[in-house]
């Protein structure tokens, strides 16, 4: 993790390489030096995460962050963009035991809710063509994959279908040729033959071909466990031959692009998933009990502590363990309940737990750690939305544009990243199978907030006078301000988000917004606010803005001077018209302004959007713009056609006369996913010059009157 601070410096030197150099005299020829420097010590500092730094070497990471987020600080007091927050981390103990061991020793009776999984399994095994196929099996840390897929490789069916057989561990620190050289004597010793003499010397391609020979026109199953990369597959498969034999390779990987990239061309997939509520239910009390039953009194709490494993069979044998040393009374298990985050780091039963969860953060690239560490924001069990999540990793810097890809894709690729390696869940998808929302396991979250706690990359206010770091930077308050300290000074924080709060006293607002001049994420989503304070337009560096559901009626006046605004979001609000003033925001990109109410005894929504002025066509960035109430002033549907980067469009009380002049707008807007189009009461919607719809169009929605529509 040590790389992250610097790779973050590298890219936004190279960044201002390009754009801001003509501001200082000489400065080029110093910034290309410090980038030089920072680059010869990058492959030291990788070598540094790999092998799991000394104390001496921490600290001096963590010294080098601290002068690199001074200086963008600095720089920031004069109104300029340079660096991006890096990360360091916490590494793991030096030891700690590994339970995928024990899954393989692991008794028939201590397990539950494998029969269907592993009936499925074998299924694909034995049956089928007599093409080599793989089976990847892919799920997240701690579900128990080894454990199945150890029963499938003992049972009986499988044994005797096949004439040889071998299991081989991958994990992250793989070497090639000591996995072959183990595949080799098992699959030797399965046969009671020598192995072949100077293995230990062989090279690599040598050693395969020792396996590729045995393994020829023979029917074999090969287990590989614990697959974290594609280039382990790559090195590995062509050693396995496919003599049409009907021979079987089977993976487990907590990544579900490599289950899907290992099982090609042939092959099966299988998700496995958390255990059903009744097999949880069992599984905890035979380890908490030692039965299959729980005593009334703690009936309740032993519900709870169970939801918070969510399925998680690791999670559920471990705390299963943690309780049965307990005394079976409710104020014990009410303390565990209360105190899991801490006993995370205390006991060594849960440390363990812990410990194989953090294999799947440490193995993420840098890049994608501050967007996981964000997760850490939301309260627990709370739904997040990914466009909302997308749009905050764009505000911190942590996407940047790349060849043909805008930041906003970028961010998308990396939830569907970490989606893929079984770090964050998906809750919800749209109707054209996106991912709508999505939530973090309770245990995943807990390492991610003593992750954000070891690298003051946020502090959460969730208790009375909450006691934080100093130079806080990122702060969640959960249901009260008065969790934040009084004399706690705010003016390094550069994002802020509040959850659950009842009131805002007037007079915080507004010591608050005299304090945090460095701001660049301000997330009031449902705070009770009737009026945003003016001293918000002095947030010059304010890239994210959201008021969405609060009771606001109007903006502050000189909002044009946030001029590195991104996204606006005030839907929900009450406001309803928007000044000329906004058209400043030259770098403005999402523009969310609307209310919708469900009307009693109906399916349908009241809609409503914002008046706007002539002018938005100005906005030449936007990429979302919802939903413009062009009803007062008609001539703004053509200004649409100079929006040329829109993605997303919602448009509302058009008249017919209207529908050739949008028809042209729409026709200029090649990067369009969503369209949304509402008539006035009773007004023909007419849509009948528009060609062809744009060629990237996902989803349509039209409301009104519809004559004719030739496309």
Known sequence: MAEIAVNFVLDRLALFLEQEVNLFRGVRRKVKYIKDELQSIRGFLRDVDAREESEEVKAWIQDIKAKIIDVRERRQGYGLNLLEQGFCSKPMRDSWHDHRLDALLLEEAELVGIDKPRKKLIGWLVEGGSRLQVVSVYGMGGLGKTTLVKKVYDHQRVIEHFQHHAWINVSQSFKINELLIDMIKKLFGEIRQP???????????????????????????????????????????????????GSRIMVTTRSSDIASYCKEPNGHVYNLESLAPKDSWTLFCNKAFQENSCPPALQGLSENILKRCGGLPLAIVAIGGVLSTREKIATEWEMVHRSLGSLLEINDKLESMKN??????????????????????????YLIGSLRLIKLWTAEGFVREKERMTAEEVAESHLYELISRSLIQVAERSPIGKVKRCRVHDFIREIILSKLRDQNFGAIAIQHNTRFLEKVRRLSIHNSVGNVPQNNSLSHLRSLFMFGLD????????????????????????????????????????????????????????????????????KGTNIRELSSDLFKLQWLRH??????????????????????????????????????????????V????????????????????????????????????????????????DLQFLSSPPLLLQQLQLRGNLEKLDF
């Open 195 to 245: 192995v072949p003499q100077g293995l230990d010397t062989m090279g690599e391609v040598a050693i395969k071909m020792i396996v590729k020979e045995f393994l020829q026109q023979k029917r074999y199953v090969v287990i590989v466990d614990d697959i974290w990369s594609i280039h382990a597959w790559e090195a590995i498969k062509y050693a396995l031959p496919d003599s049409n034999c």
């Open 356 to 381: 194989i969860l953090l294999l799947s953060y440490n193995d993420l690239p840098y890049y994608l750690k501050p967007c996981l560490l964000y997760l850490g924001i939301f309260p627990e069990d």
């Open 503 to 570: 009131t805002i006293p007037k007079s915080y607002v507004n010591t608050l917004f005299s304090n945090i001049r460095l701001l660049s994420v301000l997330d009031l989503r449902d705070a009770p606010l009737e009026k945003i304070p003016n001293e918000i337009v002095n947030l010059f560096h304010l890239r994210y803005l959201s008021l969405r559901r609060t009771k606001i009626e109007k903006l502050p006046r000189n909002i044009g001077k946030l001029l590195n605004l991104r996204t606006l979001d005030l």
């Open 591 to 636: 523009l969310i302004v609307y209310k919708d109410e469900r009307l009693p005894y109906s399916p349908f929504c009241d809609l409503r959007g914002f008046y706007c002025k002539v002018g938005i066509g100005s906005l030449v960035n936007l990429q979302e713009l919802s939903f413009m109430d062009v009803r007062q002033v008609g001539s703004i």
């Open 638 to 685: 053509r200004e649409l056609g100079r929006l040329s980067q829109l993605r997303e469009l919602g448009i509302m009380e058009l008249r017919r006369q209207d529908g050739p002049e949008l028809c042209s707008s729409i026709e200029k807007m090649n990067n369009l996913r969503g369209l949304n189009v509402k008539s006035l009461e009773e007004e023909v919607l």
